[in-house]
């Protein structure tokens, strides 16, 4: 019988009722950060890099430590994937040895070879096209403060075709959310991610709106997001054309009252985000930093529990 193995790699590999149970694990494990051992032996996960990172690092790190297990973390500089060894290949040598693989990489096409190459769960730690592991954190924060998701309203402001955007059309509408994404109109999201998010939406009871109008999608909203302009391996692009959407002190305002503000950072002081807003009262990047620890060992625990 061929194993049966659960993937992460968009944000809409869990149903709703899914990532509900998630989030309610992630809350859990927050709450006690050491209930759940899926690791123990220690049993090792792979944690592969081919762009930098902090937070992902560190998260997945102190995580797996927490789950009973190792994190066995390598650069693309220092392993042979980072000279060309097919991914499949890599696939291979990996299941044999590690109980779950993690890898940040360029093409969503890289990841999908990885998970179908392998027996072993393969979680996305951020393509050119999605994050959804940071999708489920910031998520994590919505519910920390307004309780349940169905029928809030996130807005992303900025780049709209990078991966923070689609995962937020994807995981906001999977969690019953308004989504609405502002953008220059000639910098979209991709349209495929669009119907899929309204498709989810029409299911979810959520909503998703696409918009160059950057007050229209601030009005009313709970949650305000940005990202930084220039993602990794777009270094030199030019930014002006996002300087309507940067979050500031008056867009703020133009949100519900008590709306938070996300980042899923690194941010960019004066650019993506005002320094008073991003350290100001109503911003909760750093609970929602905090919580990809929890939420990618809720997301650890359920994606072993249910691969064998
Ligand atoms: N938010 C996030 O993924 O941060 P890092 O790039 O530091 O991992
Ligand atoms: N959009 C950003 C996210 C960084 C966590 C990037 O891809 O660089």
New binding site residues.
Partial sequence: MSPKVRHFLRDDDLTPAEQADVLDLAAALKKDRFARRPLDGPRSVAVLFDKPSTRTRVSFAVGIAELGGHALIMDAGSSQLGRGEPISDTARVLERQVSAIVWRTAGQERIEEMAAGTTVPVVNA?TDEF?PC?ILADLQTVREEFGDLAGRTLAYFGDGA???AHSYLLGCATAGMNVRIAAPEDLPPDPAVVDRAIAIAAGTGGSVTVTADAEQAAAGADVLAT??WV??GQEGKDTSRYEPYAVDEALLASAAPGAVVLH?LPAYRGKEIAATVLDGPRSRVWNEAENRLHAQKALLTWLLERST
């Fill in positions: 951020l994050h940071q990078n991966n923070m990202d930084t993602s990794m899923c």
